[in-house]
């Protein structure tokens, strides 16, 4: 089994000084709209929820998934404090699971320091894939410390099997990052 990020460490790179180094109007502010749906999958302690939710505004919605219960609670309380609540809802996934059936298409999805946590990676990105609308736009940035080059390339190739193709290479701090977007519309949602 992967290793997850415990929930006590999320706060040592999701810290008071994270703002300057991952911007989020500077990391979405191009895929992401006003009034737009976006998924941030592995929420964590639910830093790029709130920034997201920022960017969709009133209109707009956030689905943030993790698979730790805990992650969820500091997800709610950042946003209950921000006054965004209301514009996200929560998602508690399981291990293999996102649980997003219910889930209305998505323009833009993020999955932020956290593929290289999971088991089998084809299978997330295949649900997240479904989970998006034609020509939505899925980032995935993975940390450089833990994630050689090597082995981002290889998750690019995964993405690149599960029917994504390149959209871009955006410079994103600490991070190897790619943003995809689908070769073709597919899956239950293709038609949405
Ligand atoms: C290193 S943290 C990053 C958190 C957040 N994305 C951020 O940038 O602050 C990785 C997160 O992914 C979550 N995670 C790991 N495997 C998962 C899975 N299979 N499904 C959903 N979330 C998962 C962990 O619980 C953890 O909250």
Excluded: Y
């Excluded at 989020?24 to 992401?32: D, I």
């Excluded at 790029?48 to 609670?73: C, F, S, W, Y």
């Excluded at 080059?149 to 991070?175: C, I, L, W, Y």
């Amino acid at each position: 089994m992967a290793h997850v990020c415990p929930w006590w460490f999320v706060r040592s790179f999701d810290n008071r000084f994270r703002r300057r180094f991952h911007e989020p109007e500077a990391l979405f502010g191009r895929s992401v709209r006003p009034g737009s749906r976006a998924l941030d999958v592995g929420c964590g302690a639910g830093f790029n929820t709130e920034g997201l939710a920022r960017i969709v505004g009133p209109h707009g919605k956030v689905v943030a998934v993790d698979l730790q219960p805990r992650m969820l609670t500091m997800t709610e309380r950042r946003l209950r404090r921000s006054g965004l609540l209301d514009r996200v809802e929560l998602v508690q996934a399981e291990a293999d699971d996102l649980r997003l059936e219910s889930q209305a298409p998505f323009g833009f999805a993020v999955a932020f320091w956290m593929v290289h946590e999971v088991p089998d990676p084809g299978r997330l990105l295949r649900q997240i894939g479904s989970a998006l609308a034609p020509g939505g736009h899925l980032m995935v940035c993975e940390p450089r410390l833990h994630v050689t080059r090597r082995a981002f390339e290889k998750s690019v190739e995964v993405a690149r099997q599960e029917g994504f193709v390149e959209h871009d290479r955006p410079r994103v701090a600490f991070s190897r990052a790619v943003v995809l977007t689908q070769a073709e519309s597919r899956g239950r949602l293709a038609t949405a």
